[in-house]
């Protein structure tokens, strides 16, 4: 199948300077379902302007858009993030206190914070980082600079304490950031992400095709179908 | 005081899964009037038609279908003197919730214990010199014997369907599948499932280095069935949604699939839902009780009377209702005195991931018991005495699901950027697993109690579990290891990665093994060291009911569900031949 040209560059470009022009009401974009929408006309229902600025360029550099198969920025995984955030990701999770934060990790996550406020604190301490090491927003540094605050994130070489956070971790943000991230480039296309299931068809998964029966015991023999999504769509 | 009480039943049962929907028929079916109270929603089949459940994201990421922890959390801790804390996300296992309970969205492994699990102190006592186990080791034997649990397992297997080969035909060991299985009364009901690929390659390899490999037993069928109930199945369609999935192909056994169509449609069953069970209410003298209650949809409180109770929600939940309701006495550690809490027992995993540059696994095409497995070592078939540790593990490769969230990727790639994207491309669909799963044995202070700090939404005290690997649970890991590495090795993989408990590992509880909690009220022939006779009557409140895994002294590496649906099975038979005729102990102690 065939997909309008994308340039990333341009896109970036041009949402770091001003708010989406066209933006599509929630309401719409329920009726019409997620797999539609365009990254560049989103208005993004969870993240304020300047946090989209940032989860524009994380989730590029997380899955980038050079190499084989798409990038997240192609298949939309911002949206899928924001939408999951504004959708009640995290509302399973019991947090009534007292938190015990520097419990052993084996026994589990003990943060006082849901999915919302890990990335609310998360991005904006990502923020004073990289104003701290180059007088710049994070989206406005290059590619390498870009994952070298990525991969301190991840090591934990980013002291958030150090900034004022008591409880989160810069490792915690890093992994729930990259957990939703990947989730969003996996994840059937309804979601908001996954867009036109481009994901799948470079990995060679037939998504909601669910009925192998007359090939299971093809042993060694790829799949010749590609994808199809829970709404019915190919790709 | 209440604000309401419902009409009188003669059974009121707590929890809507397997245990509780067998029940709920056997006992209908002797034309007891019955009501079932399930903590969480209806679940109905239409609810899961095509393509629904085909949906990694909302039902195996966001486990759709299954308790919360902010509803039903409880609290960890590795020692006793250690303050315990909530399991905020769920990890090492995630328990189910609403009609059906696990039952649902299980993987449909329906596997037997042995002769020698059910038997274990006896064995041990014989098979190892006094003094080479752990002093705090309490394991015991399940208080029945083969031939009387047998009928019981048979029937659980045509109520399921279960595909598969049979290996002991009553004494005579068949070819293709388990020699080590205990001897059953009747062949399986359905052949196995079709191998795919990584079946044929591991149970080659394996049966080449002397294992006996047979097909996983398979709770999802492999040609059309219908049930004793009158239940029909559909063949699988090995879709690639089971392991967390409720079945869009009518093919997997559930209570939705197998019981409950049946026993809906019964004027004497009833059932209500999002009913959340508070306590069980006792009578004055406590031998008795007298119903439950429970907070119903819109908050109110509700007592519904019943002559008898069944306490079938999923094994920590009926240990911690039997606690909020003074049913039997709370364990105590320090003294060994108390039975309610005891013998709390969990499982390990572990195993390799092979990964194969040129084979296509297609792992998306595969139904949730899809697998080889064997059970060379399991007690008493390898020389476990000698190695200086008593278990063992089904020892398997097995393919539950294929979708690609969390698919493993080889050492060294990547874990984000574009060698993580290329990654994907290049070997989603290209490794197969060879697993481990274990024994756990019981030790006196691995317990179930109250939690002094921590409470759930309705101001009632979560359950504190308290529980650690111990020398022999990591020492029979180290041996597992080398089993699984050689066969690894033999079959020549691109690349491996492993996933070990090292002799100094801590239990993880963030990462999943398998909702195979055991024990806390177990079943046992003196009310001094069990809290449930052989039928799962409690020996303190007769009438009082407590069918599931919390009855299983310590856990063996058969999969649950089997078991439970046999004891469950054996304690409705109780019931209805002896208990209502006589109301009463069931067993004199």
Not at chain 1, 196 to 219: C, L, N, S, T
Not at chain 2, 88 to 114: E, N, Y
Not at chain 2, 489 to 498: F, G, L, Q, Y
Request: glycine share 8%; with cysteine.
């Amino acid at each position: 199948m065939s997909t309008p040209p994308f340039s990333r560059r341009n896109f970036l470009k041009a949402t770091a300077v001003a708010v989406p022009v066209a933006a599509i009401p929630l309401h719409e974009l329920r009726a019409k379902g997620l797999e539609d929408v365009h990254l560049q006309h989103y208005q993004p229902v969870f993240f304020s302007a300047p946090e989209w600025q940032f989860i524009l360029a994380a989730c590029d550099r997380l899955i980038p858009a050079e190499g084989k198969g798409p990038g997240a920025l192609e298949t939309n995984v911002p949206v899928f993030i924001d939408q999951q955030l504004k959708g009640g990701l995290g509302n399973d999770i019991y947090l009534q206190g007292p938190h015990n934060i520097t419990a052993p990790k084996t026994l589990g996550f003990q943060l006082p914070y849901a999915p919302q406020n890990v990335y609310r604190r998360g991005i904006a301490l990502v923020q004073q980082a990289a104003n701290a090491r180059h007088a710049k927003p994070f989206q406005q540094l290059s590619a390498q600079e870009q994952d070298a605050l990525l991969t301190a994130l991840q090591k934990d070489t980013v002291d958030f304490a150090a900034l004022g956070e008591t409880s989160l971790k810069a490792s915690q943000f890093f992994s729930q950031l990259l957990g939703d991230t990947k989730n969003g480039y996996l994840a059937d296309p309804m979601y908001g992400g996954n867009k036109d299931m481009k994901a799948w068809v470079a990995i060679g998964f037939p998504g909601a095709r669910a009925q192998y029966i007359e090939w299971v015991d093809q042993h060694n023999v790829p799949y010749p179908l590609g994808p199809v999504s829970v709404s019915g769509k190919r790709a | 005081m209440p604000h309401i009480t419902n009409d009188d039943v003669d059974v009121v049962i707590v929890g809507l899964g397997w245990a509780g929907s067998l029940m709920a028929i056997e006992l209908a079916q002797a034309g007891l009037k019955v009501r079932a109270l399930e903590r969480g929603p209806d679940r109905p089949p239409e609810d899961f038609a095509y393509p629904k459940p085909a949906d990694q994201y909302g039902y195996a990421t966001r486990n759709k279908v299954f308790a919360t922890p902010r509803d039903a959390a409880l609290t960890v801790r590795y020692k006793q003197d250690e303050t315990a804390l909530p399991t905020r996300k769920w990890g090492a296992f995630a328990p189910g919730t609403g009609v059906g309970g696990s039952g649902l969205h299980w993987t449909g492994v329906l596997i037997r214990p042995t002769p020698t699990d059910i038997k274990l102190k006896t064995y041990a006592d014989k098979a190892y010199k006094r003094g080479t186990l752990d002093a705090d080791m309490r394991i015991k034997d399940f208080p029945f014997t083969w031939d009387e649990i047998e009928p019981y397992y048979d029937f659980f297997d045509k109520v399921c369907g279960l595909s598969g080969n049979t290996g002991n035909l009553r004494g005579q060991v068949q070819p293709g599948g388990d020699p080590f299985e205990g001897p059953r009364s009747n062949p399986y009901p359905l052949p196995a499932l079709q191998d795919t690929l990584n079946c044929s390659m591991f149970a080659d390899t394996a049966r080449k280095m002397g294992y006996h490999p047979f097909p996983n037993p398979s709770a999802n069928v492999s040609q059309a069935w219908t049930n004793p109930y009158g239940a029909q199945l559909a063949p699988c369609n090995y879709c690639g949604y089971c392991s967390k999935y409720p079945c869009l192909n009518y093919s997997k056994a559930s209570p939705q699939t197998t019981i409950l169509d049946v026993v809906k449609r019964m004027p004497n069953f009833s059932y209500r839902v999002n009913a959340n069970v508070i306590r069980v209410d006792l009578h004055k003298d406590r031998k008795t009780a007298r119903g439950v209650t429970y907070i119903d949809e819109q908050g109110k409180e509700v007592f519904q009377p019943a002559k008898i109770v069944v306490l079938s929600s999923f094994q920590f939940a009926n240990v911690r209702l039997m606690l909020l309701s003074g049913i039997g006495k709370p364990y105590d550690p320090i003294s060994e005195t108390g039975t309610v809490g005891r013998n709390y027992a969990f499982l390990s995993n572990g195993g390799a991931t092979l990964f194969f540059k040129d084979k296509h696994f297609n792992p998306f095409a595969t139904a949730g018991a899809t697998g080889e497995m064997f059970n060379d070592i399991s007690p008493g078939n390898f020389d476990g005495p000698s190695l200086g540790f008593i278990g063992g593990a089904k020892i398997h490769s097995s393919q539950a699901t294929g979708a690609p969230i969390g698919t493993a990727l080889p050492p060294g790639t990547p874990s984000w950027g574009k060698g993580w994207k290329e990654g994907m491309v290049d070997w989603y669909g290209r490794s197969m697993k060879i697993s481990i799963t274990t024994t756990c044995m019981s030790y006196r202070g691995h317990y179930l109690d109250l939690d002094p700090r921590y409470k759930d939404p309705w101001g009632q005290p979560l359950l504190r579990m308290t529980f650690d690997w111990r020398e022999n649970e990591l020492k029979l890991q180290r041996y597992l290891r080398e089993i699984v590495l050689k066969i690894s090795k033999e079959m020549k993989p691109d690349a491996m990665s492993e996933s070990f408990l090292a002799l100094d590992s801590h239990w993880d509880i963030t990462k999943y093994v398998s909702t195979h909690n055991v024990g806390g009220a177990i079943m046992g022939t003196s009310p001094r060291d069990s809290a449930l006779n052989r039928y799962l009557q409690s020996w303190d409140v007769h009438n009082v009911f407590v069918p599931g895994g919390n009855a299983f002294p310590q856990n063996f590496q058969a999969n649950p569900t089997a078991t439970i649906g046999a004891i469950t099975l054996m304690a409705a038979d109780a019931i209805k031949k002896q208990y209502l005729k006589n109301p009463g102990p069931l067993v004199q102690a």
